[in-house]
């Protein structure tokens, strides 16, 4: 069964730093992952969606990127800001399985101004 | 567009009732729905799979006489958490898919569910 990781747990940065959350899965037949961002209590925000033919997805200070040979992605945050405050999750679909995603076990980030 | 709604937003209920949390696509027909559930600080684990017409298909481990599925239309799943104890109590999240969006998975906001 497919298992996904995400380091570090938790993150506190100061303001207008750039940063990089970690994430690895261990089996590297996905069709796809998604990075979310999860605020206290709420639902899910979808970020970046990377396919498992792409290295890479960029969207304003975010970039992700994708090794699946590794079974490895990064979520890139440039120049944080408090408002990036959140729980950031990455999610792999399984190729064979119904595709439907994975979680991982999330990074807490907080941005401190 | 592509908004999933989630209704109710938290319940509170007694040890021994059933709850019933509906997902809905509001703007597009999902042909596949997905049921997770949240513990505080945990991440989101998958309990089921649901096609519109057909049963659902359940992960390892959760009892399906416990969390009944039914996706009687393209736009509608109910979860209904049967007996419920306070173990039951957590963050339940449904996600939608449709042909029309390829592979990506839209989510609600979430059921808060606690059981007393």
């Known amino acids: 069964k497919q298992e996904v990781t995400q380091i570090p747990a938790a993150l506190s940065v100061p303001e207008g730093e750039n940063l990089v959350l970690n994430c690895s899965f261990t089996d590297s037949a996905i069709y796809n992952l998604q990075w979310f961002r999860q605020d206290p209590g709420k639902g899910l925000t979808s970020l970046l969606l990377i396919q498992s033919s792409q290295r890479e997805q960029t969207s304003g200070r975010l970039n992700a990127s994708l090794d699946k040979s590794s079974g490895r992605s990064t979520l890139y945050i440039a120049a944080s800001q408090p408002g990036d405050s959140a729980t950031y999750l990455c999610?792999?679909?399984?190729?064979?399985?119904?595709?439907?995603?994975?979680f991982g076990t999330g990074t807490s980030l907080t941005v401190i101004p | 567009g592509a908004v999933v709604s989630q209704h109710p937003s938290r319940v509170i209920c007694k040890s021994g009732t059933s709850v019933k949390i509906e997902c809905r696509s509001l703007d597009f027909q999902a042909t596949t729905m997905f049921w997770y559930r949240q513990f505080p600080k945990k991440s989101l684990m998958l309990m089921a799979t649901?096609?519109?017409?057909?049963?659902?298909?359940?992960e390892q481990g959760v009892e399906k006489d416990k969390f009944l599925i039914n996706h009687a239309s393209l736009t509608l799943s109910t979860l209904t958490v049967t007996s419920a104890h306070p173990e039951d109590s957590s963050f339940y999240i449904c996600s939608a898919r449709a042909p029309v969006f390829g592979e990506t998975q839209y989510f609600g906001p979430g059921t808060r569910l606690l059981v007393l």
């Open positions: 999610a792999v679909s399984a190729s064979n399985t119904g595709k439907q995603f994975y």
């Open positions: 649901s096609n519109e017409g057909s049963k659902a298909t359940y």
